[in-house]
T-cell receptor, first 112, second 111 residues
Framework: DGGITQSPKYLFRKEGQNVTLSCEQNLNHDAMYWYRQDPGQGLRLIYYSQIVNDFQKGDIAEGYSVSREKKESFPLTVTSAQKNPTAFYLC???????????FGSGTRLTVV | ELKVEQNPLFLSMQEGKNYTIYCNYSTTSDRLYWYRQDPGKSLESLFVLLSNGAVKQEGRLMASLDTKARLSTLHITAAVHDLSATYFCAVDTSGTYKYIFGTGTRLKVLA
């Protein structure tokens, strides 16, 4: 079945450490997105990519980095510059306006 | 800057009752989406509204879009406990597929 796979489901980061969240899709979608959700809050856009080898900053890109080397993959790195990374991270992709986003199952990141 | 506001933020209702959740947005858009999120889970697509006057229904939920008023509603009919979740609306900004999400409405249906 087609879908989006995020891994790991839970991730713990030590202070000063970079961590990478994986997002893989087999839907043949061109556009992919990373959102952050804080407890009791809505979703905020971190980065997005509409085509391979190209990506743009969203509203809260500071302290994050991405790459889009393959159509299927859009990993997110949370760098040590992100001072408050504890949150639920959601990856999404879209193949057109008709169906809207398809979301992955999310990664819950906690700083220890 | 596009802003998306939902109200109420919290809603506690008895089973069998009807209620409406409102989603207001601040700039022109004719693409609006509703999602459901269960605690600790990802978002599940409920409705896709792509034109003024669009109305979609699934079970006890019905969504509508008024682009002139910049307003979407999610109406709940005869609520049941299984509808307890957080509901988000999202607006597509200028057709770029960059969604701006509302703050969410946390619904609790009491038996």
């Amino acid at each position: 079945d087609g879908g989006i796979t995020q891994s790991p489901k839970y991730l713990f980061r030590k202070e000063g450490q970079n961590v990478t969240l994986s997002c893989e899709q087999n839907l043949n979608h061109d556009a992919m997105y990373w959102y952050r959700q804080d407890p009791g809050q809505g979703l905020r856009l971190i980065y997005y990519s509409q085509i391979v080898n190209d990506f743009q900053k969203g509203d809260i890109a500071e302290g994050y980095s991405v790459s889009r080397e393959k159509k299927e993959s859009f990993p997110l790195t949370v760098t040590s510059a992100q001072k408050n990374p504890t949150a639920f991270y959601l990856c999404a992709s879209i193949g057109g306006q008709t169906y809207g986003y398809t979301f992955g199952s999310g990664t819950r990141l906690t700083v220890v | 800057e596009l802003k998306v506001e939902q109200n109420p933020l919290f809603l506690s209702m008895q089973e069998g009752k009807n209620y409406t959740i409102y989603c207001n947005y601040s700039t022109t858009s004719d693409r609006l989406y509703w999602y459901r999120q269960d605690p600790g889970k990802s978002l599940e697509s409920l409705f896709v509204l792509l034109s003024n006057g669009a109305v979609k229904q699934e079970g006890r939920l019905m969504a509508s879009l008024d682009t002139k008023a910049r307003l979407s509603t999610l109406h709940i009919t005869a609520a049941v406990h299984d509808l307890s979740a957080t509901y988000f609306c999202a607006v597509d900004t200028s057709g770029t597929y960059k969604y701006i999400f509302g703050t969410g409405t946390r619904l609790k249906v009491l038996a």
